[in-house]
């Protein structure tokens, strides 16, 4: 992977972290970048509070919590898609956001005809991708910023 792709990674899973905590007052545990093509998936772990964790162990609980991120991020992701396109470079298309309770799968079909498909797996895997090496942000325990699992710490 070029230099150029990990600063950028790197820069986004802050973006998004921080974007994140602007929105709901948590700080993400971790956040994973995936760049490839016209797709950008950032995934963050740990984003939802203990409240909310609590709440969606009932289907109702789960529904209340999908709908006041996608809600949330509806009405607040703007100045996230403008910190994408400044590091990138490119504007942001479409954008959608999806909480799924613990063990479910998200499919966002967007309306110029991409589907993403995301599966949160019930444990880790080894990392592989084919454009970007994942990043991890620097959590509250203090571990490290932009570790790539499949180098070591920087």
Do not use: W, Y
Not at 72 to 88: G, N, V, Y
Not at 99 to 123: C, D, I, K, N, Y
């Amino acid at each position: 992977m070029d230099t150029l792709k990990t600063t950028m990674a790197c820069q986004l899973a802050d973006a998004a972290s921080a974007s994140h905590q602007q929105r709901t007052g948590h700080t993400p545990h971790s956040a994973t970048v995936a760049m490839g093509e016209d797709t950008l998936v950032i995934t963050l772990h740990g984003a939802l509070s203990l409240a909310e964790r609590v709440a969606a162990q009932s289907a109702a609980g789960a529904a209340q919590v999908q709908d006041f991120h996608r809600r949330l991020f509806a009405a607040s992701s703007d100045a996230l898609r403008q910190e994408i396109k400044r590091i990138t470079g490119v504007p942001v298309r479409e954008a959608a956001t999806e909480v799924e309770p613990p063990t479910g799968a998200v499919v966002h079909v967007f309306t110029s005809g991409s589907m993403v498909q995301v599966f949160h797996l019930a444990r880790h895997l080894p990392v592989e991708t084919t454009d970007a090496e994942p990043f991890f942000l620097n959590d509250d325990a203090g571990n490290t910023v932009g570790s790539n699992p499949l180098k070591g710490t920087p």
